[in-house]
T-cell receptor
């Protein structure tokens, strides 16, 4: 049963701490993405990766970091430099075909206090 | 600068009637448009898409219309069902990327519209 797994579903951290969100896919997709959703706003792209060991900044990359050491995995680290880290984070992947739709995980809700 | 806008935060419709969700965009380089449906605490799921070379695409109860001159697209759901109640996001891609398309997943999303279908 192919899909994207994000863990944990809920995450709580103290301000000033780095936190890493997990994203694993078994769809054999080359491309993976991290989006952030805030209330009343659309999804905004944080980082994306088209192949292993390569990734690019999206529209709101400041305060975040990623790695892509394996095709299946694309973890996102929310650093203490991110000014408003509390949000719903969504990981996605897509196939190679032109305009193949994104497949999303079920998200991680991060709360930083 | 909001390049994709959904100006209606919510829409309420009676079961069996038509739901029309609207979306406007400003970037004339967008060449592919998608609609996603999202339930609370879940990731969005792809619903339907349309290329800029078309003005209509239909899939079962769902039809997307594209008016390029007005930079406007709409999603029609007929007939609406209670299970359609969700948040609907429109998204666009292209915008001058070297290869364009969602193969890079660089979608620009609207703010979403909450659809409620009453039994």
């Amino acid at each position: 049963d192919g899909g994207i797994t994000q863990s944990p579903k809920y995450l709580f951290r103290k301000e000033g701490q780095n936190v890493t969100l997990s994203c694993e896919q078994n769809l054999n997709h080359d491309a993976m993405y991290w989006y952030r959703q805030d209330p009343g706003q659309g999804l905004r792209l944080i980082y994306y990766s088209q192949i292993v060991n390569d990734f690019q900044k999206g529209d709101i990359a400041e305060g975040y970091s990623v790695s892509r050491e394996k095709k299946e995995s694309f973890p996102l680290t929310v650093t203490s430099a991110q000014k408003n880290p509390t949000a719903f984070y969504l990981c996605a992947s897509s196939g190679e075909a032109y305009n193949s739709p994104l497949h999303f995980g079920n998200g991680t809700r991060l709360t930083v206090t | 600068d909001q390049q994709v806008k959904q100006n209606s935060p919510s829409l309420s419709v009676q079961e069996g009637r038509i739901s029309i969700l609207n979306c406007d965009y400003t970037n004339s380089m967008f060449d592919y448009f998608l609609w996603y449906k999202k339930y609370p605490a879940e990731g969005p799921t792809f619903l339907i898409s349309i290329s800029s070379i078309k003005d209509k695409n239909e899939d079962g109860r769902f039809t997307v219309f594209l008016n390029k001159s007005a930079k406007h697209l709409s999603l029609h759901i007929v007939p609406s069902q209670p299970g359609d109640s969700a948040v609907y996001f429109c998204a666009a891609s292209g915008g001058g990327e070297p290869s364009g398309g969602t193969s890079y997943g660089k979608l620009t999303f609207g703010q979403g519209t909450i659809l409620t279908v009453h039994p």
